[in-house]
């Protein structure tokens, strides 16, 4: 079965700080992706990568960035966590095949105080 | 562009019931269309997906979807239900032309005993 590993399911920081969430799928997918949900709203798209050192901007972009340094990881950057991005994260995997669907971690809930 | 619309916020179901949780969508091309489920504090897990053939598709869990085309939906059904299966259901549609998949903002489904 295809694993998402999200490390961190709670994380609690404050105003300001620089958050790292990190995702490893385990089955040498392509294609990779974060998005937040938030209740009322669905999922929505940040960012995704189709390959090592690349990425694409999603419907929701700012105040993140994301890198791609091996095939298998893909980090969710907030450069200075702001209270509105007090959310769950959830991270995403899919292989090749265009039809095929995406792999979710278990998500990550981040608290910004 | 393409959007998908989950009309219904909850959908209240009792046991042994049959339930139907409705999805539409709007591409430009033939959609490819997934539905997901969320249990919680838990990541999404895929159910079931069309891509082309025929219209009833059988997925996980002894759901199954319709897709119409002229209707443009793709309502997700069970003949039975369970307390297990309350849980938020999410539709997802893409366009072939484009790289990324498009969620509604889930339905709620709560199975009574």
């Known amino acids: 079965d295809v694993k998402v590993t999200q490390s961190s399911r709670y994380l609690v920081k404050r105003t300001g700080e620089k958050v790292f969430l990190e995702c490893v799928q385990d089955m040498d997918h392509e294609n990779m992706f974060w998005y937040r949900q938030d209740p009322g709203l669905g999922l929505r798209l940040i960012y995704f990568s189709y390959d090592v050192k690349m990425k694409e901007k999603g419907d929701i972009p700012e105040g993140y960035s994301v890198s791609r340094e091996k095939k298998e990881r893909f980090s969710l950057i907030l450069e200075s966590a702001s209270t509105n991005q007090t959310s769950m994260y959830l991270c995403a995997s899919r292989g090749t095949v265009n039809t095929g669907e995406l792999f979710f971690g278990e998500g990550s809930r981040l608290t910004v105080l | 562009a393409q959007s998908v619309a989950q009309p219904e916020d909850q959908v209240n179901v009792a046991e042994g019931n049959p339930l139907t949780v409705k999805c539409t969508y709007s591409?430009?091309?033939?959609?490819?269309l997934f539905w997901y489920v969320q249990y919680p504090n838990r990541g999404l897990q895929f159910l079931l997906k069309y891509i082309t053939g025929d219209n009833l598709v059988k997925g996980s869990y002894g759901f199954e979807a319709e897709f119409n085309k002229s209707q443009t939906s793709f309502h997700l059904k069970k003949p039975s239900a369970l307390v297990s299966d309350s849980a938020l259901y999410f539709c997802a549609v893409r366009d072939p032309g484009y790289s990324t998949l498009t969620f509604g903002k889930g339905t709620m489904l709560l199975v009574s005993p």
């Open positions: 591409v430009s091309g033939n959609p490819y």
